[in-house]
T-cell receptor
């Protein structure tokens, strides 16, 4: 079953703009991971944020985590057409070993 | 190898046929996972191995699905008597340790006709 819910389901922006995607979840977690998936391809790991962390950066990516609200956000700054993809959050729940529970994803389209 | 490798990339099976999907994890990775992804959906967990031990198979949808990792490295997901509803992309992932980053293969797209 899906735990995470991404918001929005779809997002269309112009190159150079920032894109923000949100993820909400229901249970206590060890960590939360964000992935990118291009059409018909595998999942690419973007960033992992642990439950005791509040913010993490990697290049043009910024991830925040609010465990009190059970939510996370992914910000992509200065977007490029190559960022067009589906973005998924996945939670590593405290009670489910190492398995990841994915949301349904946000489809991001960056127009040149 | 440099990443998780899955084969075949595409498989077309006739309904009722048995299929075997292979996953080569990143060398040295202890944890291995199988996920099923339907079109337009997020991946759904099938099963998890730590070395050769299958610690969680709660996501396998029926007893037609079977996974093994006999030497703690390569894993095979077998689906017996395939049905149309088994059509999906099957993703394999590995991680170095428990609760660390999971790296995914390109997946096997299974189409049952």
């Amino acid at each position: 079953s899906q735990q995470g819910e991404e918001d929005p389901q779809a997002l269309s922006i112009q190159e150079g703009e920032n894109a923000t995607m949100n993820c909400s979840y229901k249970t206590s977690i060890n960590n939360l991971q964000w992935y990118r998936q291009n059409s018909g391809r595998g999942l690419v790991h973007l960033i992992l944020i642990r439950s005791n962390e509040r913010e993490k950066h990697s290049g043009r990516l910024r991830v925040t985590l609010d465990t009190s609200k059970k939510s996370s956000s992914l910000l992509i700054t200065a977007s490029r057409a190559a960022d067009t993809a589906s973005y998924f959050c996945a939670t590593d729940e405290e009670t489910s070993g190492s398995r990841l529970t994915f949301g349904e994803g946000t489809q991001l389209t960056v127009n040149p | 190898g440099a990443g998780v490798s899955q084969s075949p990339r595409y498989k077309v099976a006739k309904r009722g046929q048995d299929v075997a999907l292979r996953c080569d994890p990143i060398s040295g990775h202890v944890s291995l996972f199988w996920y099923q992804q339907a079109l337009g959906q997020g991946p759904e967990f099938l099963t998890y191995f730590q070395n050769e031990a299958q610690l969680d198979k709660s996501g396998l949808p029926s007893d037609r699905f079977f996974a093994e990792r006999p030497e703690g490295s390569v894993s095979t997901l077998k689906i017996q008597r395939t049905q149309q509803e088994d059509s999906a992309v099957y993703l394999c992932a590995s991680s170095l340790l428990q609760n660390t980053e999971a790296f995914f293969g390109q997946g096997t797209r299974l189409t049952v006709v």
